[in-house]
């Protein structure tokens, strides 16, 4: 039998009682989740960043929840993201032929996220957007927020809810545009260029 050292804090290891959860690393991420698009679609784009820390390090253990409506601006209402074989209950993933608007990503080691999906079209006198939850460890309330991709400049300027949101702050909601389809937006969960989050009644 081993014994442990409990006669000073540090040579005790910590167990989950020690840190803040909640842990989100089991069972909810699934393979795939970044693969929104279907597959070969010509209008794929890749969204991509890190989520941070109040003090602009990386959380490796933190996942977003994506959501966005197809090119024509219309909300995806098709079942498929999580299929289950209904003779084993084993996990069968998308079709790859259906898209629902919808995924899940882990963040990497480095705090790193991307997703594939299909560049949204506008909605009413909203600019394209995706809209985003954030979980992560230490945030007993998950974080709401969009992603606006660059481009129309008009439909931005436009846009009711960013007409709200004071002028300096605006940027942390329009996603970078790196070209070849592929944008960053990094999460900033606090501190300077903290992402402007949203509150839904």
């Not at 991420?29 to 390090?57: Q, S, W």
């Not at 436009?158 to 002028?167: F, H, I, R, T």
Request: one cysteine or more; aromatic letters at 10%; hydrophobic letters at 35%.
């Amino acid at each position: 039998m081993t014994k442990i050292d409990t006669s000073s804090p540090e040579s005790v290891l910590p167990t989950p009682s020690h840190t803040v959860g909640p842990f989100y690393g089991y069972a909810l991420p699934f393979r795939g989740g970044e693969e929104i698009a279907p597959l070969g679609h010509p209008d794929t784009i890749t969204v991509h960043g890190y989520i941070l820390d109040g003090e602009g390090k990386p959380l490796p253990d933190a996942f977003v929840e994506l959501w966005g409506a197809d090119p024509d601006g219309n909300v995806p209402t098709t079942d498929g993201s999580i299929r289950r074989d209904p003779a084993t209950g084993g996990y069968l993933g998308r079709n790859g032929v259906e898209f629902t608007g919808w995924g899940r990503i882990q963040t990497d080691a480095n705090g790193h996220w991307y997703a594939r999906t299909l560049r949204p079209g506008a909605r009413g006198q909203s600019a394209p957007y995706l809209s985003v939850c954030v979980f992560a460890r230490g945030l007993l309330v998950h974080l709401f927020t969009r992603i606006y991709l660059p481009g129309d400049e008009a439909a931005l300027a436009a846009d009711p809810l960013l007409g709200q949101v004071d002028e300096d702050r605006r940027g942390t909601l329009i996603a970078v545009d790196e070209g070849n389809g592929t944008y960053r937006f990094d999460i900033r969960l606090q501190g300077e260029d903290e992402t402007v989050f949203l509150e839904f009644r």
